[in-house]
């Protein structure tokens, strides 16, 4: 069935920057608004309308930072879904929640399971191709995250941003003991934490032998990241955060 050019959402709680009208109308032609309306809209031509009434009339959500692709992909340790099929269902899910623009988190460092420098390669360039197809409801973007400590993932993202519509990228610090983790780990498991068996307590010499570690881990990191940003602004106009 062919949709008419001219929709009218009609009689609903229309929310716009101004304020709430209530009732309100949106009037949409060839897939645009192109108004909206203070009053109740009388029949015109051919419309076609959408009852609104106990209804909240809203311009659709667009969702900077989500990870929820992730789960979709691997529900549990050891599970892993194509990333077609985890799309396309994330995707009905986010067009009922009223997101119209999705940024997903694409995490590019080496940790296991679902976050990998492969596996973020393949997610982010299968959500870039899909951009504008009919299969989906929703906009998906990639927002790409970029691990300090992983110069493999720092390279990765750089080759993916010449792609992207929206070169939007997230610089992200998840070492043990500064920020998110509250105890140290060694740098090349990052999110396994110290035993509490450790012998000698907090002065020990093995966690002074990890600290030193983890700051020439850091130090490394930041040099490359100092050289690769600049360039990656100047080049591609990416939005860092």
């Given amino acids: 069935m062919r949709m008419p050019a001219r929709i009218v959402i009609r009689d609903g709680r229309v929310l716009t920057p101004m304020g709430m009208i209530e009732p309100g109308a949106v009037i949409v032609e060839e897939g645009r608004i192109v108004g909206v309306a203070e009053k109740r809209c009388p029949a015109e031509g051919k419309s076609g309308y959408i009852d609104a009434r106990d209804r909240l009339v809203m311009p659709g959500l667009v969702d900077l930072h989500n990870d929820g692709l992730e789960k979709e992909i691997s529900p549990r340790p050891g599970v892993r879904f194509p990333v077609a099929w985890a799309l396309s269902n994330y995707d009905r899910r986010l067009a009922a929640c009223g997101i119209t623009t999705e940024f997903h988190a694409v995490y590019f460092a080496d940790l296991g399971g679902v ?38 993932g720092m390279e990765a993202v750089a080759s993916c941003l010449g792609g992207s519509a929206v070169p939007y990228l997230s610089v992200n610090e998840h070492v043990p003991g500064r920020g998110q983790y509250r105890r140290l780990g060694t740098p090349r498991e990052m999110v396994l934490a110290l035993r509490d068996d450790l012998a000698g307590g907090e002065d020990s010499q093995e966690i002074i032998m990890i600290e030193e570690r983890i700051n020439g881990w850091m130090r490394n990191g930041m040099d490359h990241l100092k050289k690769i940003i600049p360039s990656i602004v100047e080049r591609y106009g990416a939005v860092v955060a």
């Fill in 115 to 152: 976050r990998t420098v492969e596996g973020a390669l393949e997610t982010a360039r299968f959500i870039e191709d899909s951009l504008g197809d009919a299969l989906y409801a929703v906009d998906h973007r990639v927002l790409y995250r970029m691990e300090i400590g992983c110069r493999a």
